[in-house]
């Protein structure tokens, strides 16, 4: 029963028309390039080269660091400068490689373990796994871990998530425009790992010409269709995702896998490919530049690892000084205090906004009208969970399964009192996640 | 250009509804029924429109001041409760009724429980269910000029023949502000359309007593019966206006249909078995006092969470 979108929800403006009309434009990263050891999720990964040692292009300089893990590759040919902690778009310290360009590019020889014909699915998942390819929509979850459930024959679709449904931001987009047959084989490659999977490509409906090319490169196959879900945010979270393409829903503690779903998304669908046919590493990712603070907004083809300055500075740097800037769309993303932090892999954008919406306002008292309960797309009442935390009532917090919360921000940005209600959730989620791991 | 800047948590945007602009729609939704108040009844029901809110605010000011706490008077909640009051009062009382409705709905009903928000019942009904029981024949004087005899819904009662369409339009005996069906519906339809208010409660609420009306009020599913019943007293304006208000009624999807019900249920009560002839303002009370017990036993489950997984967590 796909319904094509979720219950909740909210229409923010969506700032896309900023970026979207501009093809993509391949950079090349100028200073050094900074790989910090922690850009997924699990174990960070352990570096393999040591200070003074000449790298190559698409060369391994950090292998996995656990079965959770990924391995970094270094996107330009240097030298490696100092392994030493760097800040992160998040704020966050990382202990990371930095790698002196020396401009000329020299790659190592990439070549696909096989012939594709000959690929088993584990012979994949491998090449998958070594590329080092991880969500880059966010999470940052290794692919490779993705894509080997426990039963296999029991996955029926995976979803490639082409919705896009952050504010501002247009990478995937444009990805769709200028390389559909990528994204495409990506996903014939996903679904063929999985003896009775289906694809789904999942795009908003205020992408149509999106989704009328797709239709048109689709026509032809069986085990590939389209999926129009409607315009909304969040509908590209990965829970609302799968209700909306095949109505069935998962908690906080479970996989799409446990219910039969796999979800990828745009980007990484593509490194995929790469990583499976060419035997490319992931090196490069589509970054967004935007927001009306900025000269020329438009999307980057960027190596891993560039620094977000280079890019803004290409983008014609600022019209008018901004007042907020954000690593990622507005409504996920993290505002950072800093330019100087490297691009990862799961850097989709960076949004420079002449109006700080949001630090000086001051929360006034709620006055109880739902719309927090009505907006959110995991049936939580953010009032409550946010009364329990200023409260300090984790056991309440729990009671009203604020662990479920998806952290979209929905409810913090219809509250007509404005309070923090998303960033008191998420604070009390943190303390709990912490508790858990003791 | 400085390197440092503001950082806050996501998200990094807002919507453009706040709590003053929606208190302002809630005041102009409410104008229609104000207006028509005052062309049916006249410059002693303007003057205690404008005595009732103004009392109102000031009363909120006062009290904020002296504690010395925000003045929160800018979120236009304060009109709204004063213009409900005065719209629930008859055009007879005299002037010292609506400062004293308000004073007590804001002080005693709304600023002494922590203000906006915190109130457990409306400030409004509060303010006038004090007036009915400490003045009981001023509250219900409707006898003035135009209008001589006992309000429809009296006549209603005692088995006396109304004119549903008078009540309709609202040229009947009333408070000021609840004798135009037409015009409250008019004033509803704003806020629907703006999202403002939702279907659910009064929905529930019109339904509920239609049924419970039909079944007990004696002459079975007759039209102009019930016709007369849904738009006389104050029903409408309690429906649309009041068990609505935003702090004291229930936030839960499925709280929301039982709050409505429970009003209901109570209003064809009071007013079908009831030596009254009027209920609407009892009844939301009394609901308003039940709504945490209907939140806490309606809390949604989440989103994916199965029936069997919630046991097995407990």
């Known amino acids: ?438 | 250009m400085s390197d440092l800047r503001r950082v806050s948590s996501n998200p990094h945007v807002r919507s453009k509804t706040t709590t003053s602009n929606i208190m302002m729609w809630v005041l102009i939704a409410l104008l229609p029924a104000t207006g028509f108040g005052i062309y049916n009844f006249g410059l002693d029901a303007l003057i205690i429109i404008v005595l009732s809110v103004a009392s109102a605010v000031l009363a909120e000011f006062l009290y904020e001041k002296a504690l010395g706490k925000p003045v929160t008077v800018g979120d236009f909640s304060a009109a709204v409760t004063g213009l409900l009051l005065a719209l629930n009062l008859p055009s007879t009382v005299p002037w010292w009724i609506p400062i004293l409705g308000s004073a007590f709905a804001i002080i005693m009903v709304k600023q002494i429980f922590g203000g906006l928000g915190q109130n457990f019942m409306n400030p409004a009904l509060g303010g006038r269910c004090f007036l009915m029981i400490s003045f009981p024949a001023i509250m219900t004087n409707f006898i003035t000029d135009t209008y001589t005899g006992a309000t429809p819904l009296a006549n209603l009662k005692n088995g006396i023949e109304v004119n549903v369409m008078d009540m309709i339009i609202g040229r009947t005996g009333g408070t000021i502000g609840e004798t135009s069906m037409l015009c409250i519906v008019l004033g509803a339809m704003i806020l629907f359309a703006l999202g403002i208010i939702d279907y659910v409660i009064p929905f529930t609420y019109i339904i509920t007593f239609v049924i419970f009306v039909g079944l007990f009020g004696g002459y079975g599913f007759n039209f102009s019966y019930i016709a007369a019943h849904l738009a006389g007293g104050g029903l409408m304006l309690g429906a649309f206006f009041m068990a609505t208000d935003y702090v004291t009624c229930p936030i839960t999807p499925k709280g929301r249909v039982i709050y409505g019900v429970i009003l209901g249920l109570l209003t064809g009560c009071f007013r079908c078995l009831g030596a009254n002839a009027e209920g609407v303002s009892y009844a939301i009370i009394i609901s308003n006092l039940l709504v945490p017990l209907i939140e806490k036993y309606t809390i949604p489950r989440a989103f994916g969470i199965r029936k069997k997984a919630k046991k097995e967590a407990k």
């Open chain 1, 1 to 438: 029963m796909a319904r094509g979108t979720f219950t909740g929800g909210i229409h923010p403006y969506e700032g896309k028309e900023l970026s979207k009309d501009k093809p993509i434009k391949a950079v090349l990263p100028k200073g050094d390039l900074v790989y910090p050891l922690s850009q997924h999720i699990g174990a960070p990964a352990k570096p393999i080269v040591s200070v003074g040692d000449h790298v190559l292009t698409g060369q391994m300089i950090a292998e996995a660091g656990g079965f959770v893990s990924a391995p970094i590759y270094a996107t330009v040919s240097g030298t490696v400068k100092s392994i030493e902690p760097r800040r992160l778009a998040t704020g966050a310290m990382c202990n990371s490689i930095i790698v002196e360009n020396d401009g000329n590019y020299d790659e190592v020889e990439f070549k696909p373990a096989k012939p594709y014909e000959e690929m088993t699915p584990e012979d994949k998942i491998n090449a998958v796994r070594q590329a080092g390819v991880v969500g880059m929509g966010g999470a940052g979850f290794p692919t490779a871990v993705k894509f080997a459930p426990k039963e296999p024959d029991k996955i029926d679709y995976v979803i490639a998530n082409c919705s896009e449904c952050e504010p501002y931001l247009t990478s995937d987009y444009r990805r769709m425009i200028e390389e559909p047959e990528l994204l495409l084989e990506g996903l014939k490659i996903a679904v063929s790992i999985f003896p009775n999977a289906r694809g789904i490509l999942a795009i908003e409906d205020n992408k149509p010409d999106a989704i009328a090319k797709f239709k048109e490169l689709t026509k032809d196959e069986d085990k590939i269709s389209v999926k129009p879900v409607r315009t909304k945010y969040p509908e590209g979270a990965e829970r609302m995702l799968i209700y909306a393409c095949t109505g069935r829903e998962i908690n906080s503690s479970m996989l799409p896998a446990d219910v039969g779903c796999i979800v990828d998304n745009v980007d990484t669908l593509c490194a995929v490919c790469r990583a499976v046919k060419e035997g490319r590493p992931l090196m490069e990712r589509i970054v967004t530049i935007t927001g009306d603070a900025v000269a020329d907004p438009r999307n980057y083809k960027v190596r891993i690892g560039t620094n977000y300055r280079e890019l803004l500075e290409d983008a014609g740097g600022f019209v008018t000084e901004p007042a907020k800037i954000i690593s990622g769309g507005p409504m996920m993303g993290f505002a950072v205090f800093d330019l100087d932090v490297p691009t990862t892999k799961t850097a989709s954008a960076l949004t420079c906004l002449t109006k700080d919406e949001v630090s000086a306002l001051e929360p006034s008292a709620c006055i109880n009208c739902a719309r927090c309960v009505e907006v959110c797309p995991e049936r939580l009442i953010p009032k409550n969970l946010a009364d329990a935390v200023e409260h300090g009532n984790d056991k309440a917090f729990l009671e009203m399964y604020g662990m479920e919360c998806c952290e979209c921000g929905c409810c913090s940005y219809i509250c007509p009192a404005r309070r923090q209600l998303t960033q008191l959730i998420k604070g009390m989620r943190k303390i709990q996640l912490a508790n858990r791991k003791k």
